[in-house]
């Protein structure tokens, strides 16, 4: 025999064929090849192991020993062939027990993820999640190894590692915030006046670039003060409404301090960037279906979350999972 190397392992699908049928026409048929261009295949498999294989006899063909011997081989080795290049099993929400674990931002945990699991949990009883923290050792380790299935929320990066995908989710509008006591702020701001307050600023835990507020700020030849950097937003609100700092979020968690301490929203100066949140998860498993089901889901959501209309209905209709 030659070395597999010089084997066409595509004569492997004949042989098997052939065993099963000890009959060249319906071997031909079942490959869907014509009988001529099956009897050259078997041709090729007798001059490659150097043996008849098949004999035609008076009780029709029949296998030598050695096909007889290679029979097993052949049929273990195609059918480990076949599982291993199936697609993978689809998700079924319905009944998965799946732990999926996000890496996000304290915006997306207050404002949009209690509607989002509870919509999920509908359909999919069994789901659960974790939250996790964005910092840099998710971006370039934790989404590699598997550790965090995906980085929700995080606005726009020019920079991440190579194998992440980053996918365009989500833009928000910023205000501004500042106490109901603060004098020095009116209900809007020009940038120059925005630059010349002092402000309160969430850290960039992600450790990937300069915020877009600074990026902004410095094209227009302005810096500002930051009297306090802080992980959470709560926190830094609380600073607000006891100095005469103001800090830049998103509209929607800028109206839930509103409701919950002694600050007001200021309009921010149009010059600033809106917020604009992604998606960010690695190459290596976007294919995996429970991943790209998520993915679906929070693109879905996404599309929907500014429809009052939408987000009134049941989640079957929000959803539309099945």
Not at 20 to 46: I, N
Not at 147 to 174: C, F, K, N, R, Y
Not at 229 to 240: D, E, G, T
Request: proline fraction near 7%; hydrophobic fraction near 45%; aromatic fraction near 6%.
């Amino acid at each position: 025999m030659r070395s597999l190397r010089h084997f066409d392992l595509n004569l492997l699908l004949v042989f098997e064929a052939l065993m099963r049928e000890r009959h060249v026409t319906r071997a031909a048929e079942t490959l869907h090849l014509s009988q001529p261009a099956l009897s050259h295949a078997l041709k090729r498999l007798r001059e490659s192991l150097d043996d008849p294989l098949l004999v035609r006899t008076e009780n029709g063909m029949q296998p030598t020993p050695r096909a007889l011997a290679l029979l097993p081989v052949v049929q273990q080795a195609l059918a480990q062939l076949r599982e291993g290049l199936a697609p993978p099993a689809m998700f079924s929400p319905a009944t998965s027990t799946r732990r999926f674990t996000l890496a996000t931002t304290d915006y997306f945990e207050e404002v949009m993820y209690p509607l989002f699991l509870s919509q999920l949990l509908a359909y999919a009883p069994g789901i659960s999640f974790s939250i996790e923290l964005i910092t840099p050792e998710v971006l370039s380790e934790g989404l590699e190894q598997r550790q965090i299935d995906m980085v929700v929320g995080l606005d726009s990066q020019s920079a991440l590692p190579s194998g992440v995908i980053q996918t365009p989710w989500m833009d928000e509008e910023l205000v501004c915030l500042a106490a109901t006591h603060n004098g020095r702020v009116g209900d809007a701001l020009d940038i120059a006046q925005f630059a010349c307050e002092l402000h309160v600023e969430l850290a960039d835990i992600s450790g990937l670039r300069p915020s877009n507020i600074d990026s902004c700020l410095v094209q227009h030849g302005l810096t500002r003060r930051v009297i306090s950097k802080n992980l959470n937003y709560i926190a830094a609100a609380r600073v607000v409404a006891l100095t005469e700092a103001i800090m830049t979020l998103p509209r929607q968690m800028a109206e839930r301090f509103v409701a919950m301490l002694p600050v007001r929203l200021v309009e921010p100066p149009k010059e600033l960037p809106a917020l604009k949140m992604t998606l960010i998860q690695h190459g290596l498993f976007a294919n995996d279906p429970a991943v790209a089901w998520l993915y679906q889901q929070l693109m879905a959501f996404a599309q929907d979350f500014s429809d009052p209309v939408i987000m009134a209905n049941s989640a079957e209709n929000y959803l539309g999972l099945s």
